[in-house]
């Protein structure tokens, strides 16, 4: 199976991009190695944990991922950028950049490690022939210091695209989660999107992308000082959709709490909607996407969302 994967990948390869150049956001779900972290509290993602999370099962959840990035490229090249949400630590992005088939891509990546009691973080891959790094920090959402638990840096990255000699903006986020639905959780993400929006304010003017996992729909509330500063690429209102349609699922509804935005300055060289990556692979035979894990249960799949993405030039 990984022998099929490589040759898709050199496949996608032979397909360079003319005009756009795409950019992708996924939340993976859970990508963790198999060995303990003394700091953070990993322990259900160990060969003798809850997960029961092996090195076979680690290195499928590679491969997985890998035919993700390479099913987005069979037509236009590798993306120029991939955000990602759920990946555990460097250790995990060095084997998925140089020892998983998707070494082919050659891509070079930016990561800061975070407070998440899990260890969770957020990460940017990038082709380094078409963005060149100018720099990246972590931005630090104080959710400890109002009571709240800690929750995941914004990670915000800017260089230039090589192609048209510009300056970009990138942040890659993951918001707190609305695991049981609480005020807390509520305040924890409305404090994240003012952390957000401080960051942005030091940009006008800047050509700016953020992607991430929000934990929200469009008509939340956490969105209205966001949409203040950026236009969201992902449809507002329920009935744009000619049917039910996201990135991730619930109790079988569909709802996009993945998002793409963009700076009004940016507005004009992207494609106004983002692109869901619906491939049949990662789907189960109930239109759902195809998870690792349901619960406790391995299931082999490749993560509880679906991967948005756009084409810029």
């Known amino acids: 199976m990984r022998f099929f994967y490589i040759l898709l990948m050199l496949f996608a390869l032979s397909f360079p991009s003319v005009r756009a150049e795409r950019i992708l956001w996924y939340n993976v779900e859970n990508v963790f190695d198999t060995k303990h972290d003394t700091l953070k509290n990993d322990f259900d993602f160990l060969p003798n944990g809850t997960y029961h999370w092996t090195p076979g099962r680690y290195w499928r959840k590679l491969?997985?991922?890998?035919?993700?990035?390479?099913?987005?490229?069979e037509q236009d090249g590798w993306p120029m950028l991939v955000g990602m949400c759920e990946i555990e630590n460097d250790s995990v992005l060095h084997d998925l950049t140089t020892r998983s088939p998707l070494r082919a891509a050659r891509y070079q990546y930016v990561h800061f490690e975070g407070p998440?009691?899990?260890?969770?973080?957020?990460?940017?891959?990038?082709q380094p022939r078409l963005f060149r790094?100018?720099?990246?920090?972590?931005?630090?959402?104080?959710?400890?210091?109002?009571?709240?638990?800690?929750?995941?840096?914004?990670?915000?990255?800017w260089g230039t695209l090589i192609r048209t000699d510009s300056l970009l903006h990138i942040f890659v986020l993951h918001f707190?989660?609305?695991?049981?639905?609480?005020?807390?959780?509520?305040?924890n993400r409305m404090l994240a999107a003012q952390t957000l929006c401080g960051a942005l304010d030091k940009l006008q003017g800047q050509r700016i992308l953020v992607m991430g996992d929000f934990n929200?729909?469009?008509?939340?509330?956490?969105?209205q000082p966001i949409l203040q500063r950026l236009v969201s690429l992902v449809p507002q209102r329920r009935k744009e959709l000619k049917k039910a349609q996201g990135s991730y699922c619930y109790q079988g509804l569909w709802g996009y709490i993945d998002h793409m935005l963009v700076s009004p300055s940016m507005q004009?060289?992207?494609?106004?909607?983002?692109?869901v990556a619906k491939f049949p692979f990662l789907l189960t035979e109930k239109g759902t996407p195809w998870r690792t894990?349901?619960?406790?249960?391995?299931k082999g799949g490749y993560s509880d969302h679906l991967p948005l993405y756009i084409s810029v030039w």
């Open 216 to 223: 929200a729909e469009p008509k939340d509330p956490i969105f």
């Open 176 to 187: 707190p989660s609305r695991a049981g639905g609480s005020q807390a959780s509520t305040q």
């Open 268 to 275: 004009s060289c992207c494609e106004s909607l983002v692109h």
């Open 116 to 126: 998440d009691l899990r260890g969770v973080d957020c990460c940017l891959l990038y």
């Open 63 to 73: 491969d997985n991922l890998s035919r993700v990035v390479a099913a987005v490229a």
């Open 133 to 157: 790094l100018q720099g990246a920090e972590a931005v630090r959402v104080p959710s400890a210091e109002q009571g709240l638990r800690p929750t995941r840096d914004i990670l915000h990255v």
């Open 293 to 298: 894990f349901q619960g406790p249960v391995y």
